[in-house]
């Protein structure tokens, strides 16, 4: 696009000569300011078409768009060759076949006998001392189990008052039991399924009437009995060496929301905030925590303070300068994505036991002097597409090696990523959440489901635990880790 000012006198001269010097003037002003405009039009249409052109080729193999976002068929072409082999278990492989329970655990056991010979004919007898075990497994028939506490209201003889009789201690008023509050929440939180579909669920398989005001109910009620336990390991997180962190957006009453995760080595903290400000990392890391947070670029975490940045995110930042159609930053990015090859080379042998941990650090030296100067070239460069990155890279440098000054600190935020995926699958299944009580419900439960997760706990027998406790009023059981 050409800098040079449009010529802005085109008064015909048949014209100009009619003109008086105010009129005159007057025109030339107006030809001058039309130009302007001309100008910053086609300035504008360049921007457009910019801006089109990179939110166009972005795919999340350049950006932090997740795979879901892409249709199958744009994905790109399979670098491999189609394999020769057909498709299920190979010839030799080994077998995998569900192992027989011990005879006596079997609920029948069905002798089956020949009672003649199939060559002759003539008739048997007798038993086999290893007969043929063939075992066929069978749901039972579901049935609820109903129990009818009948509360008699006696008078008494002496003054005439009637008294009638309290239901034991953990006897829920409602007509829920705890089993069925927890096996209810865990089919909305995680298995993902809607409130009328739960109800459906328990109403066809399980004989157990519901409705979906009545799934609202069970919701509150396994809240209020898992919220100590939450609030405890929110409690804790400030106190952990070493957390990953990363959030995604979401709904709460139509309005914009984030869920944010946090995770520790041993449990996961969950909470829905209605903004992605730094708020939510000041209420629960606080100014007590003096760890290290792994995650992506997002600037909210920056006043951590110690903090590795995702290589796997950065890697994708790579490929973005690659695709683009500036040649300076396609060369960049591609010394740096085989830089960055190379990073989890050496962080693949050493996390596999091939090289010891001073290998590693030894190895690494090479490839964070190269980083650094690719960096500062790009921070240098003048391009308008490299500088912004290169040079926030650059100052904090430091940033992109934590994972390599400190053990225990993986390169990238996988865990993080991990931990939010199912919140991610739910979120697109229920588009967020109601109200405040819904999303109370949401972060405990996911809370929940995750730290179980981690220290191989059975969520299902943890919640009817936690449900039973908080009807007989009694102290929920930690999720902390030895407790």
Not at 220 to 244: M, S
Not at 275 to 295: K, S
Not at 450 to 457: A, G, K, N, V
């Amino acid at each position: 696009m050409s800098s040079a000012k449009p010529n802005v006198t085109v008064i015909p001269p048949e014209l100009d000569a009619e003109m008086t010097p105010a009129v005159r003037a007057f025109v030339l002003a107006l030809l001058a300011r039309n130009a302007e405009l001309e100008t910053r039009i086609a300035e504008l249409k360049a921007r457009v078409e910019e801006l089109q052109r990179q939110v166009k080729g972005k795919t999340p193999q350049n950006s932090s768009l997740p795979p879901s976002m892409q249709h199958p068929h744009a994905k790109p072409p399979r670098t491999k060759g189609k394999s020769k082999k057909k498709r299920g278990g190979q010839p030799g492989h080994p077998k995998h076949a569900r192992p027989l329970i011990p005879t006596e655990q079997c609920n029948d056991v069905k002798p089956l006998k020949p009672t003649e010979c199939r060559r002759c004919g003539e008739k048997l007898s007798g038993n086999d001392p290893e007969p043929l075990r063939h075992q066929v497994w069978e749901l039972p028939e579901i049935k609820p189990l109903v129990t009818e506490y009948q509360r008699h209201r006696l008078v008494c003889s002496c003054c005439g008052e009637t008294t009638c009789a309290e239901l034991p201690p953990g006897v829920p008023q409602g007509q829920s039991g705890p089993r069925l509050m927890a096996f209810t929440a865990l089919l909305m939180a995680y298995y993902r399924q809607s409130k009328r579909r739960t109800a459906e669920f328990l109403t066809t398989l399980l004989g157990q009437p519901c409705s979906a005001a009545l799934t609202v109910k069970m919701q509150t009620q396994v809240t209020a009995a898992a919220r100590a336990a939450y609030e405890e390991l929110a409690a804790k997180l400030p106190t952990e060496e070493h957390i990953n962190a990363d959030e995604t957006a979401t709904k709460e009453e139509n309005g914009k929301a984030w869920l944010w995760t946090f995770v520790a080595g041993l449990f996961t903290v969950f909470t829905v905030r209605a903004t992605r400000e730094a708020t939510a990392v000041d209420e629960l890391l606080t100014d007590a925590f003096c760890g290290i947070v792994t995650c992506d670029r997002a600037k909210m975490y920056w006043r951590v303070g110690r903090i590795q940045w995702c290589w796997a995110h950065l890697k994708r930042d790579f490929q973005a300068l690659i695709d683009r159609g500036d040649p300076q930053a396609k060369r960049l990015g591609y010394d740096l994505r085989r830089m960055t090859c190379k990073l989890f080379e050496h962080w693949g042998d050493y996390r596999d036991g091939k090289i010891s941990r001073a290998a590693f650090v030894r190895r690494m030296a090479p490839v964070r002097r190269e980083v650094e100067r690719l960096l500062l070239r790009g921070a240098e460069s003048g391009n308008k597409s490299l500088v912004g990155m290169c040079r926030e890279l650059h100052e904090h440098r430091d940033w992109l090696w934590t994972f390599v000054r400190e053990e225990g600190v993986e390169p990238t935020n996988n865990a993080g990523e991990r931990a939010l995926r199912h919140a991610v699958i739910w979120r697109k299944l229920s588009f967020g959440t109601q109200s405040a009580a819904g999303s109370r419900f949401v972060e405990t439960m996911l809370t929940v489901i995750e730290t179980c997760r981690q220290q191989h706990r059975n969520a299902f027998e943890y919640l009817t635990i936690t449900v039973k406790a908080h009807l007989a009023r009694q102290p929920a059981p930690s999720l902390l880790p030895g407790v």
